[in-house]
């Protein structure tokens, strides 16, 4: 077991604080980070030891924004990471700084990206939209076309989110999409990821991802395009499908495994009933020892049938 | 679906080993997994928890860990009080770990019984065990039946219709279609039925 009594370090305790920061829920970083700064005391040493962790959370969760006199959101990932701070939006060319503990998008910049990869870029992101306006009612979208190791690639990121504090729950998916356009066939790879928090009166949790790969045919912008959101389509209706359907299979199965409605008899244990088996046994093999006692004694006694039970 | 529980008991240690002054508070206010350990001397199990640092160990009515859980390991520890006794029934069920299921029911009742001055105790009558005197009482305060149905009812359907709400495998278009033309219905039906009256 852990000694207590050795003081940590100042580099150890932050590193721990970090590690509850990048863990919080979706839509409760404020409230674990508000926790955190008590416990550790040292805003100095949180403020610099744990901005990494920050940044981190934000980009983990693909957390949106929206630029200052925009109806449209933009999703902080790793993809969009120009480092010092500044982040970019492929749809509106722009760049931007983003404050991680704020969540505000300020200094906007134009920023071109990379203009070879624009027709595909831009056929998908339209496409993905339209999906995305039919299936998630707060959704948003951000697709990127880019150099990852020589390869031309797409990158797809969808992300959607509820926050109810005062309702006690929150719930956030997301899903990463990625194909190269190099060639004429290409793998689709996807991740998704759904978190989501209950903890009226109580505390649960649903944690799931899913990898998925699917082969894709690499045409034109515009057909490639609709088979990729197929795609992309079919593998989220199937694994919202299955999430629905584990939790019959749970609630049937594994958590019966765990704890039963009731006992395999179908009712309800009647205390009153083991009590007196309990009262029955016990009194029957003290029976039976008084059985045996008395006749051990009336065996010796001339009278035999004099002795009674216990005294009581 | 992976359950959290796991990660407690390590953010346990994490925020003491920060905050040592806090140890005291959060162990006792934080329920732990419960910790399998085995007494070699009978060669069966039993459970740790904070009660059963010192002090003697009892093994639970078997009855009712068998008829609801099919196996598990449960303890039970009881202690005295100035007008009464108190004890704590603990319970650990793991899933048999097959089929690529994982999971675990620790379940740690805490009871109070006070025996009030003048009130007939239960006399010695060659019962073994005194203490069954109790054990309907206590058998019937069924809260673990009450948080089981509840885990399943609310808590796991909450979070399903959650996951519902961020996300319809329907379009929403032809979704609220369906919401409209449900009302259109409804509207004629009540139509109908006030003419009709």
């Known amino acids: 077991m852990t000694d207590f009594e050795e ?113 595909w870029r831009d056929a998908c992101d339209e496409a993905l939209s339209a999906y995305v306006k039919e299936h998630y009612p707060t959704g948003v979208c951000t697709v990127y076309g880019k150099t990852v190791d020589g390869q031309q690639t797409i990158i797809a990121c969808v992300e959607g989110h509820q926050f109810q504090p005062k309702n006690f729950w929150n719930g956030r998916c997301r899903s990463e999409w990625k194909f190269t356009i190099s060639q004429s066939s290409a793998q689709v790879v996807g991740v998704l990821k759904i978190q989501v928090h209950y903890y009226e009166d109580g505390n649960v949790q649903l944690v799931s991802h899913k990898e998925v790969e699917e082969s894709i045919g690499v045409t034109n912008e515009t057909l490639t395009a609709k088979e990729f959101v197929k795609i992309i389509e079919n593998a989220e209706n199937d694994y919202q499908t299955a999430i629905s359907e584990n939790y019959q299979t749970m609630s049937d199965t594994t958590f019966k495994a765990l704890r039963r409605q009731l006992p395999v008899t179908r009712t309800k244990i009647d205390w009153n009933k083991i009590l007196s088996y309990k009262i029955a046994a016990s009194c029957f093999s003290n029976f039976s020892f008084m059985l045996v006692q008395w006749a051990i004694t009336s065996f010796n006694t001339p009278s035999g049938f004099r002795h009674a039970g216990p005294s009581s | ?94 899933g048999d770990g097959s089929k690529k299921i994982k999971g675990c029911w620790d379940s740690i009742h805490v009871v109070e019984v006070q025996v009030r001055a003048g009130a007939p105790l239960p006399v010695q009558t060659g019962i073994n065990n005194v203490n069954c005197f109790y054990l309907p009482n206590l058998g019937n305060m069924d809260m673990e039946n009450k948080i089981r149905s509840t885990l399943n009812e609310i808590y796991f359907g909450k979070t399903k219709d959650i996951v519902n709400g961020l996300r319809s495998v329907q379009m929403l278009a032809d979704k609220s279609k369906q919401e409209a033309l449900k009302n259109d219905l409804m509207q004629v039906l009540s139509q109908r039925s006030k003419q009709q009256s």
């Open chain 1, 7 to 119: 003081p940590l370090s100042d580099e150890e305790k932050v590193r721990i604080a970090a590690n509850f920061v990048t863990h919080a829920p979706p839509g409760e970083f404020n409230e674990v980070f508000n926790d955190v700064r008590l416990l550790l005391n040292n805003d100095n040493l949180l403020r610099e030891g744990a901005a990494h962790a920050f940044a981190q959370y934000n980009m983990d969760q693909f957390t949106p924004v929206k630029l200052d006199g925009s109806e449209e959101s933009v999703l902080i990932t790793e993809h969009g990471d120009l480092g010092q701070g500044r982040y970019f939006d492929p749809r509106k060319r722009v760049s931007f700084r983003f404050d991680h503990l704020r969540k505000e998008a300020s200094d906007p910049q134009p920023y071109e990206g990379e203009t070879a990869l624009r027709s």
């Open chain 2, 1 to 94: 679906v992976r359950v959290i529980v796991r990660v407690c008991a390590c953010d346990c240690v994490r925020v003491i080993v920060c905050v040592p002054s806090l140890c005291e508070d959060l162990l006792s206010s934080v329920d732990q997994p419960l910790k399998i350990a085995r007494d070699k001397v009978v060669g069966k199990d039993y459970l740790l928890c904070d009660y059963n640092r010192d002090g003697d160990s009892y093994r639970c009515s078997t009855e009712y860990r068998d008829l609801y859980f099919e196996g598990g390991v449960s303890s039970v520890y009881l202690w005295d009080l100035d007008h009464g006794f108190a004890g704590v029934i603990l319970i650990k069920k793991a």
